[in-house]
């Protein structure tokens, strides 16, 4: 099986145009031994269904998992079953879920027509005091998507206010995500496909109806992308996303005064003047105002509203890294492996039970908890590292290893950034080299060499 797959293998299953003659190779390969293959992952299940979920841990940081069982096996690092459930109560969850994922892309049909036609819009289609916009390229697809009625004739869209003030806004957010998905990975051959192009855009305006605060915001389609690739029902795709959300979903949260992810800037900071006071001081003397200035554009581009005053002091330029986890730093194939290892590190096995809404079946939440106590073997090496320390200094908060992460490719490029950068256009140019450039093993290693300095030095 290994030979018949060769070093080709994560090429075959993520192929790009041929035209595109620039996009990055992946450096991932799948390795005999080393990368979970679909033969060790089934062996990891007992007869019931039970998953000894400590060795695929270290299999997956050793070499990644096989493209063939990708999304299976993330199902499982972002806590949407629960290792200790057997194989008939995941059936069950799982049809329940792709249940509640059909109400509610109905309940979003009903208020646009166009969910679930197999095709999407980049054209507004509400004002923001609640009128139609009446584009008619817009209400062409409108009348296509439409389903007849009785007498076999389609209506036309209704030209009236609408009202409902949660409608409105979700709405408003659906051209803008029909044009983030039209950007989103097209340099995959996948993405040829329109319905492909409308089960991302779908997804992700049903997740735009589903989470009320948050919604939909720019960097999401790169997150989802891969969901929509890996899984191939729609409904395990979207909660799937959901779950990864619920890590992130705090990055997204915008205010006036506020932006979620300047924390983890804020975060970034204080981990780089631990390890590396010197570039810590540089970035600080050589940042202008105008450069903070640049960024604030940026994040108005990118996050639809973003706020007037955002804090994390000169590091905004990790922004994106932390925003999209490296979707753009890496090739495709090396990001999905740099998440899985990333998720490996940092997995704890009560995900289930954190990422379960209160709304949930106290069926689903018994299928989920077996009363059985959690084996250190269970936890993933970045997060048993926490465990320890906890004990010992409590003044230290946990952070996401993702910012120890952005901390190493810093860490890499700081004789260039120290030699070089001046001003804006130096840190960015040395930044976008790293672009395309990234091992996601090297980077992984690198974050938690730095994490265990980090932890050392701040007690």
């Known amino acids: 099986m290994w030979k018949d797959l060769g070093d080709s293998a994560t090429d075959s299953f993520y192929e790009v145009r041929p035209q595109c003659t620039d996009v990055p190779k992946t450096k991932f390969r799948v390795k005999a031994g080393k990368t979970l293959s679909s033969r060790r992952w089934e062996a990891s299940f007992t007869p019931e269904g039970y998953l000894n979920i400590g060795k695929i841990l270290r299999r997956i940081y050793r070499g990644g ?6 999304g299976e096996v993330w199902e499982f690092l972002l806590g949407c079953y629960d290792p200790k459930s057997t194989f008939g109560e995941r059936d069950q969850i799982r049809q329940r879920r792709r249940e509640q994922y059909a109400v509610l892309k109905e309940e979003c049909r009903q208020n646009f027509s166009m969910i679930g036609s197999g095709r999407f819009i980049t054209a507004p289609v509400i004002t923001e005091d609640g009128y139609p916009i009446q584009d008619p390229l817009v209400l062409q697809e409108a009348n296509k998507a439409q389903r007849p009625t009785e007498n076999g004739s389609l209506n036309d ?23 983030d998905v039209f950007r989103t990975d097209r340099t995959l051959i996948f993405y040829e496909k329109q319905e492909n192009l409308a089960k991302l855009w779908d997804i992700l305006a049903v997740y735009a109806w589903f989470d009320k605060d948050i919604g939909y ?27 990864l959300m619920r890590r992130l ?24 003047q631990v390890i590396d006071p010197k570039l810590h001081k540089h970035l600080g003397m050589h940042f202008s105002k105008c450069f903070r ?71 689903e939440k018994s299928e989920g908890s077996k009363g059985k106590t959690k084996t250190k073997s269970e936890y993933g090496k970045y997060e048993r590292a926490y465990m320890k320390n906890a004990g010992k200094n409590n003044s230290v908060a946990p952070l996401p290893l993702s910012v120890f992460l952005v901390a190493s490719v810093l860490k890499e490029k700081s004789p260039k950034l120290l030699a070089e950068a001046r001003g804006l256009d130096d840190v960015v140019k040395i930044l976008n080299d790293t672009t395309g450039n990234l091992d996601a093993k090297k980077a992984c290693n690198g974050a938690l060499k730095l994490h265990k300095k980090y932890l050392k030095k701040v007690k």
Request: proline share 3%; glycine share 6%; charged share 20%.
């Open 65 to 70: 998992i096989h493209p063939s069982i990708r």
């Open 157 to 179: 869209p209704e030209v009236v206010k609408e009202t409902d003030q949660r409608i409105v806004e979700w709405k408003l957010t659906l051209h803008q995500i029909g044009l």
């Open 217 to 243: 915001c720019q960097g999401m389609s790169d997150l989802c992308s891969p969901m929509i690739i890996l899984l191939e029902d729609e409904g395990d795709a979207f909660w799937c996303f959901q779950h």
């Open 249 to 272: 979903r705090g990055n997204f949260k915008c205010t006036e005064r506020s932006v979620g992810v300047e924390m983890q800037l804020s975060n970034l900071a204080t981990v780089t």
């Open 293 to 363: 200035v640049f960024f604030f554009i940026i994040l108005k581009i990118f996050f639809l509203a973003a706020a007037e005053t955002l804090g994390g002091g000169d590091y905004l330029f990790a922004f994106r890294m932390l925003m999209v986890l490296f979707r753009r730093e890496f090739s495709f194939g090396d990001s999905l492996f740099l998440w899985e290892m990333m998720w490996a590190l940092e997995y704890d096995p009560t995900l289930f039970l954190l990422y379960e809404d209160p709304e949930s079946s106290s069926n």
